[in-house]
């Protein structure tokens, strides 16, 4: 079964930057995208980034693009967010996710896109 945690939450300074890990286990193949997603105060969940573990395609957020990377560390076992120039705007609870995407056209960062969720971590960006 897989299982998502995530960390590295925290508060941070508008300008300043942060990573986020998720840690997966569970993975039975590489026929896995994974996406990170966040819910601001009074907002929806929505997608900022993704990724395809077995090629390695990635898409972001129009919000996000430029100043967030998306990556995964060698073993697989590890999904990063690095996060910089960040606005208050950022400010949200956190999210990775993952589901099998075998198929897919391109890499989606949709929620209902994902079907095993971590518990979230929160991001506060103060000005």
């Known amino acids: 079964q897989v299982r998502l945690v995530e960390s590295g939450g925290g508060s941070v300074q508008a300008g300043g930057s942060l990573r986020l890990s998720c840690a997966a286990t569970?993975?039975?193949?590489?026929?896995?995208?994974m996406g990170w997603f966040r819910q601001r105060p009074g907002k929806e969940r929505e997608g900022v980034a993704g990724?395809?573990?077995?090629?390695?395609?990635?898409d972001y957020a129009d919000s996000v693009k430029g100043r967030f990377t998306i990556s995964q560390d060698s073993a697989k076992t590890t999904l990063f967010l690095q996060m910089h120039s960040l606005k208050p705007e950022d400010t949200a609870v956190y999210y990775c996710?993952?589901?099998?995407?075998?198929?897919?056209?391109?890499?989606?960062?949709?929620?209902?896109?994902?079907?095993?969720w971590g518990q979230g971590t929160q991001v506060t960006v103060s000005s």
């Open positions: 990724i395809n573990l077995g090629g390695g395609y990635t």
């Open positions: 996710a993952a589901n099998k995407c075998t198929g897919w056209a391109r890499v989606y960062v949709l929620p209902y896109a994902y079907n095993v």
């Open positions: 569970g993975f039975t193949d590489s026929s896995y995208c």
